[in-house]
């Protein structure tokens, strides 16, 4: 018990969303991430949804060797603020992450087929966001979707 509390950093909520850019001395280049939910702007009284449909515009975040898509959405979720729920766990169980929610903005939350999906340079990939790693000068949108991707003209990985 006592290795147990001497090696867990335990933090606030305040603590742990900080507000603070995190600079990386290994950095390899950077990556860009925008978080939009434009397919449900205007259709609810939402606090959580922008009126232009942006939770995050697109943000550059230093990249170190081997982050994937979801360490980049978290370390933005601590920078800004930004509630994030996800199930599943990266790099165990081969990275199986999924995001139920962000900023308040729930799977089916607009009907069965909604939820969050993400692109890297503009193309769907075809694994999760924990399995994605990144290389320098990508752009990683999260866009909330109504139909499965399909009111996103989205175009798949091969």
């Given amino acids: 018990m006592i290795v147990f509390v001497l090696v867990t950093n335990?933090?606030?909520?305040?603590d742990y969303y900080n507000g603070e850019k995190i600079h990386k001395e290994d950095a390899i280049g950077t990556v860009t991430l925008s978080i939009r939910c434009d397919t449900i702007a205007g259709k609810s009284?939402?606090?959580?949804?922008p009126d232009d449909g942006i939770i995050l515009d697109e943000t550059e975040f230093d990249l170190e060797d081997g982050e994937t898509v979801f360490d980049i959405l978290t370390e933005a979720s601590r920078t800004y603020r930004i509630q994030v729920e996800n199930k599943g766990s990266a790099?165990?169980?081969?990275?199986?992450?999924y995001i139920a929610g962000i900023n308040y903005i729930y799977e089916?939350?607009?009907g069965d087929l909604s939820g969050?999906?993400?692109h890297v340079n503009g193309i769907t990939p075809s694994r999760g966001c924990g399995e994605y790693v990144l290389e320098p000068g990508d752009r990683i949108e999260w866009l909330y979707?109504?139909?499965?991707g399909h009111?996103?003209?989205?175009?798949?990985?091969?």
Avoid: N, P, R
């Fill in 108 to 110: 089916m939350d607009f």
């Fill in 151 to 158: 009111d996103l003209d989205e175009v798949y990985e091969k």
């Fill in 145 to 148: 979707t109504c139909e499965l």
């Fill in 91 to 97: 790099g165990g169980a081969h990275g199986m992450v």
């Fill in 45 to 49: 009284d939402s606090d959580y949804i």
């Fill in 10 to 14: 335990f933090q606030s909520t305040k």
């Fill in 116 to 118: 969050w999906v993400y």
